[in-house]
């Protein structure tokens, strides 16, 4: 299986599924001269973490992640940082009743079509669980990103298409149902000149970044779909003396490179598969079958609510990628 790694020079490599022992990530091209601790990186980890809000799933994970390499007194030594989080709260029985069936939104049709083997036990690698090696990836490079003075901040914007959405939450919850959401991130101190055009523009490393996460369906910049609504007199940003726009539709890029305005962008997250309700299915014989969720099974009403961490982190990794990126673009910084 292809597909593990993410970046150019600050380059991740996340391992491991929901139910194995552990699971981990390696960071390559982190430069030397970070401050790093576990604690710090624990404390994201922890924003991610499942069975500590209440409209999350119930997996309760200490999450305490282990520096094996690449830092040494406390800083980053410029070799490949490994982070390792052990698995404590699985129990795969739970899905032993279920495995011989197609899980509708889920990924188990595919995996078995293409690998020929999947491993049922609460996802695999398909699981969002893998997305804590990335908030763990995404804590060095938001550290990384600091010292330039950089903070890109995710925020959930609507879930259900509210954007005050408790009650709902709660009533679709009791129904057994879910609800997919919106998570907005936005950088507001971004320098011009970062993003390498063409198939590096900033655009579209964020939007690959974006899409990779599980569940997540749709990516728009700025006014993004609303855009192709508008008139050009109406879209365009305006350029001002001694500022850089008047406005700030195209999301803080132009042409795949950052324009100085505050960078913002929007993920969409579709409703979570696993629901309590019956749902009518196939075995992977090819019979026709029910899925009944096993009594016990945790999953979140919400993905998006989970998600906001994970795109955060996601979005630093780019970032920080392009920064080291741009160091090669130019001689003119
Ligand atoms: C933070 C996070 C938590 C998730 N938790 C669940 C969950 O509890 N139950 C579930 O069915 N899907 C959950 N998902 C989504 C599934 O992992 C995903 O829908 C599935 O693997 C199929 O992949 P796809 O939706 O990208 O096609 C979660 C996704 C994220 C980002």
């Keep these: 299986m292809g597909g593990n790694s993410?970046?150019?020079i600050f380059k991740i490599t996340t391992w491991g599924e929901s139910h194995g022992k552990a699971i981990g990530v390696v960071i390559d091209g982190c430069p030397s001269g970070i401050e790093l601790s576990e604690e710090e990186i624990h404390l994201e980890l922890l924003k991610r973490a499942p069975g500590r809000a209440p409209d999350t799933s119930s997996r309760k994970e200490p999450d305490k992640p282990e520096i094996l390499s690449g830092v040494?007194?406390?800083?980053t030594t410029g070799t490949p940082i490994?982070?390792?989080?052990?698995?404590k709260d699985s129990d795969s029985s739970k899905y032993d009743s279920i495995k011989h069936l197609l899980r509708p939104g889920h990924a188990n049709f595919t995996y078995l079509k293409k690998y020929g083997i999947f491993d049922h036990r609460g996802g695999g690698r398909a699981s969002a669980r893998e997305t804590a090696c990335r908030v763990a990836a995404g804590a060095v490079a938001k550290k990384f990103l600091?010292?330039?003075g950089i903070f890109p901040k995710a925020t959930l914007k609507e879930v259900g298409g509210q954007t005050s959405y408790e009650d709902l939450l709660k009533e679709i919850q009791g129904e057994g149902d879910s609800l997919g959401g919106i998570v907005e991130v936005t950088v507001p101190m971004l320098p011009v000149g970062l993003g390498e055009p063409l198939y590096h523009k900033m655009e579209a490393l964020l939007a690959q970044a974006m899409l990779s996460l599980p569940a997540s369906k749709g990516f728009e910049m700025g006014l993004g779909f609303e855009a192709a609504r508008m008139r050009?007199?109406?879209h365009n940003d305006l350029f001002i003396p001694g500022e850089i726009t008047e406005t700030n539709h195209a999301g803080g890029t132009l042409g795949g490179i950052s324009n100085g305005m505050p960078l913002v962008f929007r993920v969409a997250f579709k409703p979570t598969s696993s629901i309590f309700k019956n749902q009518k299915t196939v075995t992977t014989a090819g019979e026709p079958a029910t899925l009944n969720l096993p009594e016990g099974s945790r999953h979140d009403?919400?993905?998006?609510?989970?998600?906001?961490?994970?795109?955060e982190a996601m979005a630093a990794l780019v970032l920080a990628d392009l920064i080291l990126l741009n160091r090669c673009s130019t001689i003119q910084f």
């Design 82 to 87: 490994s982070i390792l989080i052990p698995n």
């Design 232 to 234: 050009g007199s109406e």
């Design 146 to 148: 600091a010292s330039f």
């Design 301 to 311: 009403p919400c993905v998006a609510i989970r998600a906001v961490p994970v795109v």
């Design 6 to 8: 993410f970046g150019q």
């Design 72 to 75: 040494f007194q406390g800083i």
